[in-house]
Nanobody, 125 residues
Framework: QVQLVESGGGLVQAGGSLRLSCAAS????????MGWYRQPPGKERDLVAI???????NYAASVKGRFTISRDNAKNTVYLQMNSLKPEDTAVYYC???????????????????WGQGTQVTVSS
């Protein structure tokens, strides 16, 4: 199977910066899309940013110009650099890997969609 492990969340003052990382591990052949989603308290999970294997990116309007997503395909790792943070950015941030080509323990080919466990980002005013 495939596991995603996130790191880099925490508490920061408004206007500050944080960098999230998410590393995918397992018998991975390739990952088409990697992205970040967030879920504020009492609200639904929404897309923050996404990047494909070729480096094409897409951002939610609310973070465009402040957040930057990037990835290292050789390390199966995606990053989210968050600048000029606002209190409304407070949420649990989840990493997603979509259309993952991987091998089972019996070395059977599979495609799957995987999520990380989430990391808390809190922005104080």
């Amino acid at each position: 199977q495939v596991q995603l492990v996130e790191s880099g969340g925490g508490l920061v003052q408004a206007g500050g910066s944080l960098r999230l990382s998410c590393a995918a591990s397992g018998s991975i052949v390739s990952i088409d899309y990697m992205g970040w989603y967030r879920q504020p308290p009492g609200k639904e999970r929404d897309l923050v940013a996404i990047i494909n294997s070729g480096g094409t990116t897409n951002y939610a309007a609310s973070v465009k110009g402040r957040f930057t997503i990037s990835r290292d395909n050789a390390k199966n790792t995606v990053y989210l650099q968050m600048n000029s943070l606002k209190p409304e950015d407070t949420a649990v941030y989840y990493c997603n890997a979509d259309n993952v080509d991987f091998r089972t323990t019996g070395w059977q080919p599979r495609l799957g969609d995987f999520w990380g466990q989430g990391t808390q980002v809190t922005v104080s005013s």
